[in-house]
């Protein structure tokens, strides 16, 4: 099945500076990596997606890149700011198992004011 | 209602009782998830139901654990013999595939669990 690896587990930064947390994944056939946000104490939230007939997509400060011949995707924070600081979760849907995402390992973001 | 319900939000068990744990999804949403997050973790799959077609167990940790989907709407996660490992938040997540081929999960606000 699919396997979806996520590094850094943990990353600190000064407000301001930018963040970026990247995954590989396995299955070729993969096809739509979204992005979650996990705030202390609350549920995931979908902050981006991107589709893999798409190189790059961004949202104001946020930007995810895929590169289907590696297997590998980043999301890219920009001017980050005290707000940003959660866990991020990367996952992939794989078209062979049934359409199921499967979920990195998350990424905790510190971001130091 | 217009997310995914989740009952109990807290429960606190003792150690050997069983326990069920509710989802209610959002109408329409064919996919069913759910995980657990210990503190601090991440998300542990455990199981996923997918329309009519064999759910998916191979996240679940023992026997003790079982999940079923009635009428391809309400899920029911079952701890039996529950143990204090298992105290954990249970989140419950659904989505619908968009025509794009997304999946959009909606993530339910989970039930915490304590095992004594």
């Known amino acids: 099945g699919e396997n979806v690896e996520q590094h850094p587990s943990t990353l600190s930064v000064q407000e301001g500076d930018s963040a970026v947390i990247k995954c590989t994944y396995s299955d070729s056939a993969s096809n739509y990596f979204p992005w979650y946000k996990q705030e202390l104490g609350k549920r995931p939230q979908l902050i981006i997606d991107i589709r893999s007939n798409v190189g790059e997509k961004k949202d104001q400060r946020i930007a995810v890149t895929l590169n289907k011949t590696a297997k590998h995707f980043s999301l890219h924070i920009t001017e980050t700011q005290p707000e940003d600081s959660a866990v991020y979760f990367c996952?992939?849907?794989?078209?062979?198992?049934?359409?199921?995402?499967?979920f990195g390992g998350g990424t905790r973001l510190m971001v130091k004011p | 209602g217009a997310g995914v319900s989740q009952s109990p939000s807290n429960k606190v068990t003792e150690k050997g009782k069983d326990v069920e744990l509710r989802c209610d999804p959002i109408s329409g949403h064919t996919a069913l998830y759910w995980y657990r997050q210990s503190l601090g973790q991440g998300l542990e799959f455990l199981i996923y139901?997918?329309?009519?077609?064999?759910?998916?167990k191979s996240g679940l940790p023992s026997d003790r654990f079982s999940a079923e989907r009635t009428g391809g709407s309400v899920s029911t996660l079952t701890i039996q013999r529950t143990q204090q490992e298992d105290s954990a938040v249970y989140l419950c997540a659904s989505s619908w595939k968009e025509r794009s081929g997304a999946n959009v999960l909606t993530f339910g606000a989970g039930s915490r669990l304590t095992v004594l």
């Open positions: 139901f997918q329309g009519n077609s064999a759910p998916d």
């Open positions: 996952a992939a849907r794989n078209n062979n198992a049934g359409n199921m995402l499967t």
